[in-house]
Every structure is written in C-alpha cells, then in structure tokens.
C-alpha cells in the first residue's frame, strides 16, 4: 500500500482505479447472473480501500505522538472491527478478502 500522502490521483488515474471492476470500456461490468456479488465486491472493495486509507493515517498520528494511549486502543480496536465485518460480508457473498482488491495504477493494488 502507497503512503497516503504520495496519492495524487489524475484523470487516468480514476480509470485504473475503476478498472478492477470493470470490462476495460471504463463502465462498471455487472453480469445479471451475478449482480449482487458483483456490486458487492465494487462496495466492499471500497470500504476496505478506504479503510486502509484511516489506517495509515492513524500509524501517523500514532508515529507523530498525536494520539492518548486511550484514542490508540479505541482507534485500533475500531479498525479491527472494521476489516472484520468488511470481510464477514464479503464471505457471505463467496468473496475471499483477496477478491477486495483494486488496482490503482501506478498505485499498485490495495491488497
């Protein structure tokens, strides 16, 4: 995962971002067989990108002393809370947290 503050994302960029969930026509590709499986793992994907995003930012504000030891438990036990339930949805639709994963890019992927 990139450090959060080198993401600059351009206007290509929002294209490789979207491509891990699309057909490469830039539109999202959504099978009727398989629409709710489909839409969650575009939903899922995103919640745990963005989840991963508050996670650096809380190693920093934890690395730069920003932080009481109280708001670093509650703030880590949140987290964790977070990934788990994000990955227990995603299990109830057949996904495996590797299914999660969007490719940024240049970025690299997210998982």
Known sequence: MPDIGSIELASGDINAF?????????????????????????????????RQLMELQAIRKM?????????????????MRAENAIYKLANQFGLKPGDLSLDLGPLGKTI
């Open 18 to 50: 979207l491509n891990g969930a699309t057909n490469g026509t830039g539109r999202v590709a959504i099978d009727p067989e398989t629409v709710e499986q489909d839409l969650a793992k575009l939903v899922l994907g995103l919640m745990e990108f963005l």
């Open 63 to 79: 690395e730069n002393g920003h932080l009481t030891e109280d708001q670093e438990e509650q703030l880590g036990t949140t987290l």
